[in-house]
């Protein structure tokens, strides 16, 4: 399962690079890719179309393809941001 | 005894005849009932005599809350309209940086508040998304603003810098009027409008003519250090000269164009910035900047700030830059004029959005500037002193940057 985060968005309109994940690569990838299909059997989530919010959009790939989820982070559900947060961990 | 009070369903001479008349618990119930009651009636007596009555009477009700660092909204509410300054400084710039945007839109554009209804106006403070990474942003979630305090590295709270806060009540009046589409180049107008009012905000407030103006938005929240990429002050934005706001090692290069040639086109994503909304903006942002000293009025508010304010309340949800030049020259020679329709067109060319045969230079204006002029159903006030702690001058610059993405990761 392959996994990309970015972000952008804010009042500074700030861009960064994007975080992308093999999680065959990685230690503890199989359950980084259990999260993954965790988020993935969630409601969509609210989106970040508020005017100055900081906003994600999250990539997972697996056998089915790629599926786009954008979000806010502030109402993210909870596996959806412990995911955020371990692929911050693995990009540090 | 009767003390003219009517509120309570037990009136006050029956509580006195059971504080007399019957024992025990039900005599003690009665007299601290009793004694209650004339507290209250005290209470309301000393508020009314100090016209506090209802603390939010008034057109104007401002309440602060406080996140305490998580991201529940609105969270604890610690500072509403008529109440002391708390001992929490952004709570207080949030306070009063709202009352100085509420004041401004009131008495320059007789707006009742974000709605133009009396809607109340909503801050939280101390906002992260996350419990131990401080929030560099501000933002308008569609009912409210919220501030986060910056990681203190880079960005400092971002209720300091009142054309910030101006910024995102803005946003509000926005979404009550033209409910510009929050992506692309409608986008990027919305965010223009929000700079444009919240420069205007800043200005007013420190009675500062197009000259004085740094054209800076938030300037005062990023930390000292922070490299600018011009002889002016570091910022998040310049409106005069987009693209040379910042060009830090942290922060890397402010990718504002100040010219259509340059527009960037990126994808309607989060990632994308929802098409550029935030880095487009610098051409419009200049337009109403050139619009400004083309048209020769003393200050922002003037001419150009009431041209623009009917423009926010045209347009289409769908807007182009072009529906934006076109409008706000056309509003202008409703309200000031022909001369002053070939100004606002004259700024629209330099920054490429309008084109065509027919190319003002500005040294063929003439009949502009001088005395401010009265819009219709715009009347103007000059602004008042507003008790908000003052924001230093700044010098000017001019420079041009080209854009690039920030060095860090997500």
Not at chain 2, 44 to 52: C, F, K, N, V
Request: proline share 7%; hydrophobic share 40%.
């Amino acid at each position: 399962m392959k996994l990309m985060l970015e972000r952008g968005g804010g009042i500074a309109g700030l861009r960064k690079p994007p975080i992308a994940v093999d999680t065959a690569m990685v230690s503890d990838g199989a359950a980084l890719a259990a999260l993954a299909s965790r988020v993935l059997a969630l409601p969509a989530p609210a989106g970040a179309d508020a005017p100055d919010q900081v906003g994600y959009t999250l990539t997972i790939t697996d056998d089915g393809g790629p599926h786009v989820i954008d979000f806010a982070l502030g109402t993210a559900p909870a596996d959806l941001r412990a995911l955020v947060s371990a692929l911050r961990k693995l990009a540090t | 005894m009767h003390d003219g009070c009517r509120c309570y369903i037990i009136p006050p001479h029956i509580l006195h005849h059971m504080t007399s008349n019957v024992e025990g618990r039900i005599r003690e119930a009665a007299r601290t009932t009793l004694l209650t009651t004339r507290m209250l009636h005290t209470q309301r007596e000393m508020y009314g005599a100090l016209g506090l009555t209802c603390l939010s009477a008034g057109p104007l009700h401002r309440t602060v809350y406080d996140a305490r660092h998580e991201q529940e909204l609105p969270g604890t509410p610690v500072r509403s309209e008529g109440a002391a300054p708390s001992s929490d400084l952004p709570t207080n710039e949030a306070y009063d940086g709202a009352g100085v945007t509420y004041a401004f839109y009131d008495q320059v554009f007789h707006r009742r508040s974000i709605d133009d209804r009396g809607m109340r106006i909503d801050s939280t403070v101390h906002y992260r998304e996350e419990p131990d990474v401080g929030y560099d942003n501000a933002f308008w979630n569609g009912r409210q603003m919220v501030y986060g305090e910056g990681d203190q590295e880079i960005f400092g709270s971002f209720t300091t810098s009142l054309d910030v806060i101006g910024h995102e009540l803005t946003h509000g009046v926005t979404q009550f009027e033209c409910a510009l589409i929050y992506k692309k180049q409608s986008g990027a107008l919305n965010e223009s409008l929000s700079d444009v009012f919240g420069t205007m905000v800043k200005q007013w407030h420190l009675k500062q003519t197009i000259d004085q103006a740094d054209w800076l938005i938030g300037r005062e929240l990023l930390v000292p250090g922070i490299q600018s990429g011009s002889a002016a002050p570091a910022a998040l934005r310049s409106m005069k000269a987009p693209g040379t706001a910042y060009n830090d090692p942290r922060l890397g290069r402010d990718p504002q164009p100040d010219h259509m040639r340059n527009y960037q086109k990126l994808a309607a994503t989060p990632a994308g910035d929802n098409g550029g909304v935030h880095i487009n903006s610098g051409i419009p942002n200049r337009a109403f900047y050139l619009a400004c000293t083309h048209l020769g009025a003393p200050h922002s508010w003037d001419q150009a700030g009431p041209i623009w304010y009917a423009t926010l309340r045209a347009l289409h949800a769908t807007a182009t830059f072009n529906d934006a030049a076109k409008m706000t020259a056309m509003l202008a020679e409703q309200q000031f004029g022909a001369d002053a329709g070939k100004a606002v067109r004259a700024a629209w060319q330099e920054v490429g959005v309008l084109t065509g045969p027919e190319i003002v230079h500005v040294s063929q204006l003439t009949s502009l500037g001088g005395a401010p002029t009265t819009a219709p159903g715009v009347p103007m006030v000059p602004p008042p002193q507003v008790p908000i702690s003052a924001i230093p001058n700044a010098p000017t610059g001019d420079v041009v940057a080209a854009p690039v993405e920030m060095p860090t990761g997500v």
